[in-house]
């Protein structure tokens, strides 16, 4: 077996390379920069622009299956703010990615889409039900991230109709764990875990008893450990449904009780402050996994408090290192 993970400098991409060598398998990684993992994990890598064809069709070379990872993307403040770039980018990746990979013999490729594909006005109010995978219709994605996931969904779908190529679709729920974008004073990609993690430990280290945090903190959410994520990867990847699955916890809380959970573990109690004058997406949005616990048998259990503890270590320490210096 030989595979191809894209986007494999990323969060989701370098921890799914290590998962899959730990089975035996060989990796060629691909990604434009290598910020989260690169050779280490691969057994080869190639530092590559996918928004160049050329690029994508050596990329997807004499590989079995394709991961297709790789996206412009981060947290709410990056895709509330970089719509065209967003639209533009990752277009051209996932068009390059799927021809180049219907061109040479791929046996199977899987698509990473987003619960942003679902409609806003299904998750306006607080006490909003799960997303299930029919709900996407009618379409009213969020934002220029969620359209541009909407029609990677339905490229995928034309290629397996078309006979060119058998696709999966996995529609991630929101993922966290170490080893990823942690800064939220320094980068705009850092996601809700990471970046609560980061100022609770910041405030833990330099003593001070308040933290901010986007909206008003009643916005509801569910999250995802990365080892759930790469094993339900796996398993969708191994699967013989064509049609989108979601890959997410269906356990959500509000932004509030995550910070709640973090002070926990960390031991050290902040006061919230809210700033509603920043970007928070959609009131709530979890996920139905009635359809994941049907076809894979399986869906995602490892608990938020457990997760998060991992997750907290590790970007306690980055934090010292940024306080100290």
């Known amino acids: 077996m030989r595979v191809c993970v894209t986007g494999a400098g990323g969060f ?12 035996g398998i060989w990796v060629r990684g691909v990604d434009i920069t290598q910020a989260w993992g690169g050779r280490a994990d691969c057994d080869e890598f190639l530092q590559y622009d996918l928004r160049e064809l050329n690029n994508a069709l050596v990329a997807t070379r004499h590989v079995d299956w394709v991961f297709a990872l790789a996206a412009n993307m981060g947290g709410i403040d990056f895709i509330s703010n970089h719509h065209a770039e967003i639209v533009i980018d990752n277009t051209a990746i996932t068009h390059n990615t799927m021809l180049a990979a219907q061109r040479n013999g791929v046996n199977r490729l899987l698509i ?38 909407l029609h990677a969904e339905h490229l995928a779908r034309y290629y397996r109709e078309s006979d060119w190529l058998d696709t999966r679709i996995a529609r991630f729920h929101n993922v966290y ?26 405030a833990k280290l330099l003593g001070e008893k308040a933290i901010d945090i986007w909206g008003d903190g009643k916005q509801r959410r569910s999250f995802m450990y990365i080892d759930d994520c790469l094993e339900g990867l796996w398993r969708i990847m191994q699967s013989s449904c064509g049609t989108p699955l979601n890959l997410g916890t269906d356990h959500d809380v509000n932004v509030a009780e995550l910070v709640n959970i973090i002070a926990d573990v ?19 949005r979890n996920s139905d996994n009635s359809l994941c616990r049907e076809v894979l048998g399986w869906e995602p259990g490892i608990r ?22």
């Open 112 to 149: 990473s889409s987003s619960a942003c594909v679902y409609p806003t006005y299904r998750q306006e109010e607080l006490s909003a039900a799960p997303l299930c995978e029919a709900g996407v219709y009618p379409a009213l994605p969020e934002g220029a991230y969620g359209w541009e996931k």
């Open 177 to 202: 764990g170490p080893e990823g974008c942690w800064n939220p004073w320094q980068d705009s990609r850092t996601k809700a875990p990471a970046a609560l993690c980061a100022k609770v430990a910041r």
């Open 266 to 284: 960390a031991g050290y109690r902040v006061e919230i402050v809210p700033d509603t004058s920043k970007p928070q997406g959609v009131r709530a």
């Open 304 to 325: 938020l408090e457990d997760g998060l503890r991992l997750t907290y270590d590790w970007v306690e320490q980055k934090v010292k290192g940024l306080c100290a210096a």
């Open 12 to 23: 989701i991409g370098h921890h799914l390379c290590r998962f899959l060598r730990d089975k």
